[in-house]
């Protein structure tokens, strides 16, 4: 289970996060929603530590990680796996390098050894035989596939996604949202996704979150969500601007 409790983050002057208290509960698929720049991708890389918050507490299976430095950061993110954006692949490293990246980190394979699991890695992403394929050599739906792969190889009880389906088109979006869930069904892991797609929302999530003015205004079932009565809520998940508030 992982507690956010109380998270503050501000850069500069400009408050981010605030009061932000969430739980996510072991095996399920969280979304966590909200409009660009609220502070979704803040939150994620704050679970892994890759930020510190300003006050508040991150508990990850009941010890508290903000306390923590690099060395005792280890094996917290050894059980995480880390989706971003753009798949944050090395453009000077082949296929197999990027996917590897992780296990050669942890300097206990063999060369062998680290193959075998880059081709198993490789193959339930459906790209079996890249190995040796550069990052410009690759599509954008196979550039977030490879970066799954090198999220899935230490077989991790979190997996966090970072926008998982922007810039792709629909057919390849829905694709990625299919391996999301085919990933939860055969790792039995933990997913936290965040998006503003509410399409791959609503299909690859338990319960859907969404943040809002540095806060989690609700929480819900995807059918709880939208159903709900919050115009705030309502506006987003149906895409509706308020005609007076747009500034052209």
Same mark, same amino acid.
């Given at each position: 289970? *992982?507690? *956010? ?13 605030? !009061? ?8 399920e ?8 720049? +609220?502070?979704?991708?803040? =939150?994620?890389?704050? *679970?892994?530590? =890759? ?28 059980? &995480? ?6 798949a ?20 206990? =394979? ?22 040796e394929k /550069?990052?410009?050599?690759l !599509?954008?739906? /196979?550039?977030?596939r ?7 190889? +230490? ?5 966090l ?5 922007t810039?792709? $088109?629909?057919?390849?979006?829905? !694709?990625?949202?299919n ?9 039995? +892991?933990?997913?936290?996704?965040? &998006?503003? $797609?509410?399409? !791959? ?6 319960? *859907?979150? /969404? ?7 609700t929480?819900? &079932?995807?059918?709880e969500?939208q ?10 998940i &149906? ?10």
């Amino acid at each position: 289970m *992982i507690e *956010i409790q109380d998270l503050h983050k501000s850069f500069g002057e400009q408050p981010v996060l605030r !009061s932000t208290n969430l739980t996510i509960r072991d095996g399920e698929n969280l979304v966590v929603i909200g409009r660009s720049g +609220c502070g979704k991708s803040v =939150l994620l890389k704050h *679970i892994v530590g =890759l930020m510190k918050p300003d006050a508040g507490k991150i508990v990850i299976d009941g010890a508290d990680i903000v306390p923590l430095n690099e060395r005792e950061l280890g094996p917290i993110r050894l059980k &995480t796996g880390f989706l971003f954006q753009s798949a944050a692949l090395f453009d000077s490293m082949t296929v197999s390098e990027n996917v590897s990246f992780p296990l050669r980190e942890q300097r206990n =394979l063999s060369p062998g050894e680290i193959q075998e699991k880059v081709a198993e890695a490789l193959e339930i992403v459906g790209l079996e035989g890249t190995q040796e394929k /550069m990052p410009a050599e690759l !599509s954008g739906g /196979m550039r977030k596939r490879v970066g799954l792969a090198r999220a899935v190889i +230490c077989r991790p009880k979190y997996i966090l996604y970072d926008e998982p389906t922007t810039g792709l $088109d629909p057919l390849v979006g829905d !694709s990625i949202n299919n391996l999301i869930l085919q990933l939860g069904e055969r790792f039995d +892991c933990t997913a936290i996704a965040v &998006t503003h $797609d509410m399409k !791959s929302a609503f299909k690859i999530a338990d319960r *859907i979150a /969404m943040l809002h003015e540095g806060g989690i205004r609700t929480a819900g &079932t995807p059918e709880e969500i939208q159903g709900s009565k919050d115009p705030i809520v309502q506006k987003f998940i &149906t895409g509706t601007a308020d005609p007076k508030q747009i500034d052209f």
